[in-house]
T-cell receptor, first 110, second 111 residues
Framework: EDQVTQSPEALRLQEGESSSLNCSYT??????LFWYRQDPGKGPEFLFT???AGEEKEKERLKATLTKKESFLHITAPKPEDSATYLC???????????FGGGTRVLVKP | NAGVTQTPKFQVLKTGQSMTLQCAQD?????MSWYRQDPGMGLRLIHY???????DQGEVPNGYNVSRSTTEDFPLRLLSAAPSQTSVYFC??????????FGSGTQLSVL
């Protein structure tokens, strides 16, 4: 059974204070690891897909990295608008089921 | 493109009532799915469909039915609502790159 664990559950940052979110996973045959952003009262929005260990992707102040057991989402010099819940998910060999972690709630204070 | 549209946005039911959550997408995606989101438990897959006429169970299918008669629509039916089904429900469709596009959610309370 695929499993995803995200840590920490919540993160409070000062504006400009860089940090990292962790996503640990177990999956049989990784087809993809996904990061989503979710704002309160809204559905998740896609950020990144990573396919193999060593891969990195960047978007503005966010950078996602992948190893064989975990993924990190680095937030560099965050701004208040980066406040959201960040969700990690894996897709295994079966292909049709995405398993999500519990998410990390990030609050960036000005 | 409207993307993925869910209705209603809020719903209150009494135990034992039935209802249908509607989901429609205009992106011509073959794959559609329903998730529920509960505090501390993340998003859990209820049912999914890989095309018209084809559906399958996810992680938590009990108490829910789905059908897929068209590519655009994927309704979720609660047969006899229970308080344990109080949750936020999200419909999502998936493109060929396997990126999920979510609707804005339905907040359901079962009293």
């Amino acid at each position: 059974e695929d499993q995803v664990t995200q840590s920490p559950e919540a993160l409070r940052l000062q504006e400009g204070e860089s940090s990292s979110l962790n996503c640990s996973y177990t999956v049989s045959g990784l087809r993809g690891l996904f990061w989503y952003r979710q704002d309160p009262g809204k559905g998740p929005e896609f950020l990144f897909t990573l396919y193999s260990a060593g891969e990195e992707k960047e978007k503005e102040r966010l950078k996602a990295t992948l190893t064989k057991k975990e993924s990190f989402l680095h937030i560099t010099a965050p701004k208040p608008e980066d406040s959201a819940t960040y969700l990690c998910a894996v897709q295994g060999a079966a292909g049709n089921k995405l398993t999500f972690g519990g998410g990390t709630r990030v609050l960036v204070k000005p | 493109n409207a993307g993925v549209t869910q209705t209603p946005k809020f719903q209150v039911l009494k135990t034992g009532q039935s209802m249908t959550l509607q989901c429609a997408q205009d992106m011509n995606h073959e794959y559609m799915s329903w998730y529920r989101q509960d505090p501390g438990m993340g998003l859990r897959l209820i049912h999914y469909s890989v095309g018209a006429g084809i559906t399958d169970q996810g992680e938590v299918p009990n108490g829910y039915n789905v059908s897929r008669s068209t590519t655009e629509d994927f309704p979720l039916r609660l047969l006899s609502a229970a308080p344990s089904q109080t949750s936020v429900y999200f419909c999502a469709s998936r493109d060929r790159g396997e990126k999920l596009f979510f609707g804005s959610g339905t907040q359901l309370s079962v009293l």
